[in-house]
């Protein structure tokens, strides 16, 4: 199994900027992608970025956050980042990590794709 743990979140104004952390344990050799998605109250899971874990490459976000989210790894830590900038109070959720490998059913954007979650870490942006 793969133990995720997320760290970073807190409460900014809005243009500001959070940097997320999600540190990867276990058997993570087995899983070659990482994603980030957001939850706010009342609202379904939301796809956020992902990357894959081995070399970084197949960069995607989601339409909300593209060109203000930015995703990056240290592989040699196994930890993956989630660098958030120009921050709007639509932005405020809890945020989550998750481990996951290709299966040829779902999309990376997909949140079947992942088979381990972190617990999560709130972020809030006031107006």
């Known amino acids: 199994q793969v133990q995720m743990v997320e760290s970073g979140g807190g409460l900014v104004q809005a243009g500001g900027s959070l940097r997320l952390s999600c540190a990867a344990s276990g058997d993570t050799q087995r899983y070659n992608t990482m994603g980030w998605f957001r939850q706010a109250p009342g609202k379904d899971r939301e796809f956020v970025a992902t990357m894959r874990w081995n070399n970084g490459a197949v960069v995607l976000y989601g339409d909300s956050v593209k060109g203000r989210f930015s995703i990056s790894r240290d592989n040699g830590k196994n930890t993956v980042f989630l660098q958030m900038n120009s921050l709007k109070p639509e932005d405020t959720a809890t945020y989550y990590c998750?481990?996951?490998?290709?299966?040829?059913?779902?999309?990376?954007?997909?949140?079947?794709?992942?088979?381990?979650w972190g617990q999560g870490t709130q972020v809030t942006v006031s107006s």
């Open positions: 998750a481990a996951g490998q290709y299966s040829g059913v779902y999309r990376v954007s997909a949140k079947e794709y992942y088979a381990y």
